[in-house]
C-alpha cells in the first residue's frame, strides 16, 4: 500500500499485492480499486498484482478543477503508478472507464504493456449515441452533486446493464452499491465531466487500432448493449485481439462472473506470456477461404 505520484501532483494511492508477472487492474467509473478483490485473490497466487484508485476516488486525491481530469490523464496515472511499483511492463485489465483507460495505453504506450484486457469497455463509443452519452453523462454528474453519492449509489446501481448482477448476485450486487455510495461527490462529477463526457469515440481510433500490436482480450456482457458492438469493432479492427462473450451477464463482468472471467484472463496471460496469442492470421477471412477451397 502507498501513494504514486501523477505529473501533475495527485497522490494517487495504490495496493500491490503477490509476486511475480505484474498486473495492473484499472476500475471503472461506478466502483474503486477494491472492485477488483476477486481478481487479486486469484491472481495474487503466481502473479504481482497491483490496484489503484483513480484520481477523485478516494483515498487517491480529488482535485477541484474539472482540467485535472481527462482521457490523458487517466493513461498517465497508471504510467505513474506503474514508475512508482518500478514496474516496466504489465499485464493491464481495465474495466468500463478503465478498459478505455487500458485501450489508450496500449495507443499511447505500448512498450509499457505485456497485454491489455477491456472489460465493459464501449459505453458512449458508438458515433450514432454520442451525443446522448455526453447529456447522459453530464446529467450523471449533477445527480452527484445534488443529491449525493449515497442516494444516487442506488438509482445509479439499478442501471440496465446492472440488474443482471443485482438478480445473480444480490450480495455482491449490494457490496457494490455501498461502494459506490462512499464515492466524493465531487470527485465523480469532475470524472463524469472531464473524462466520460469529453473522451474521443474508440471509433475514431480505428486506424490506430489496426497499428496496435499489443495483445489484448475483449470481455462483453452479453446484457450489456452498448458494449458488444464496440467490443466486435475493436476485435475485427485490432490485429492481436480476441473476444469473450459471456452469456447473461452485464456490466462489471469481473465481479457478475469472477470464475469465468479470472479462468479466461488467466490462460489469456499465460499465452501471451509463452508467445501463443497471435494476431490474426488473413487467411482466416471468408474470401480467402473461399479461394483457398477452390480447386
Known amino acids: ?56 476516488f478516494p483515498p487517491s486525491d480529488v482535485p477541484a478543477d474539472v482540467a485535472a481530469y481527462s482521457q490523458a490523464t487517466a493513461v498517465a496515472d497508471i504510467v505513474a503508478v506503474m514508475d512508482a511499483c ?41 458515433k450514432q449515441h454520442e451525443a446522448y452519452f455526453r447529456d447522459v453523462s453530464l446529467a450523471v454528474a449533477r445527480n452527484f452533486e445534488e443529491i449525493g453519492s449515497e442516494r444516487f449509489a442506488e438509482t445509479y446501481g439499478a442501471g440496465a446493464s446492472r440488474v443482471q448482477f443485482q438478480n445473480k448476485d444480490p450480495r455482491g450486487w449490494r457490496a457494490f452499491v455501498d461502494r459506490l455510495a462512499q464515492h466524493s461527490a465531487a470527485g465523480a462529477a469532475a470524472t463524469m465531466r472531464g473524462v466520460q463526457a469529453r473522451r474521443p469515440s474508440l471509433y475514431d481510433l480505428e486506424a490506430r487500432f489496426a497499428a496496435m500490436t499489443v495483445p489484448t482480450l475483449v470481455v462483453v456482457g452479453d446484457e450489456d448493449d452498448h458494449c458488444i458492438q464496440p467490443g466486435v469493432f475493436l476485435k475485427r479492427t485490432i490485429p ?26 488467466g490462460e489469456f496471460h499465460d499465452l501471451v506470456e509463452a508467445g501463443r496469442w497471435a494476431p490474426r492470421d488473413p487467411r482466416a477471412r471468408p474470401d480467402q477461404i473461399m479461394r483457398t477451397a477452390t480447386p
Not at 27 to 42: I, K, L
Not at 242 to 265: D, I, R, S, W
Request: net charge negative.
Open 86 to 126: 518500478g514496474v516496466e511492463r504489465a499485464h493491464v485489465v481495465g474495466c468500463s472507464m478503465g478498459g478505455f483507460a487500458t485501450l489508450h495505453l496500449g495507443l499511447d504506450h505500448p512498450g509499457r504493456a505485456l497485454s491489455l484486457v477491456a472489460a465493459g469497455t464501449g459505453y458512449g463509443a458508438e
Open 1 to 56: 500500500m502507498g501513494y504514486a505520484t501523477a505529473g501533475d501532483g495527485v497522490r494517487l494511492h495504490f495496493e500491490d499485492t503477490g509476486a511475480g508477472t505484474p498486473v495492473v487492474f484499472v476500475h471503472e467509473f461506478g466502483d474503486d480499486h477494491r472492485s477488483w478483490e476477486p481478481q487479486v485473490r486469484r491472481f495474487a497466487r503466481l502473479r504481482r498484482c497491483i490496484t489503484f484508485a483513480a484520481r477523485g
Open 240 to 265: 492481436a485481439c480476441g473476444l469473450l462473450v459471456l452469456p447473461k451477464t452485464g456490466h462489471a463482468a469481473n465481479l457478475e462472473e469472477p470464475e469465468l472471467f479470472n479462468a479466461v484472463v
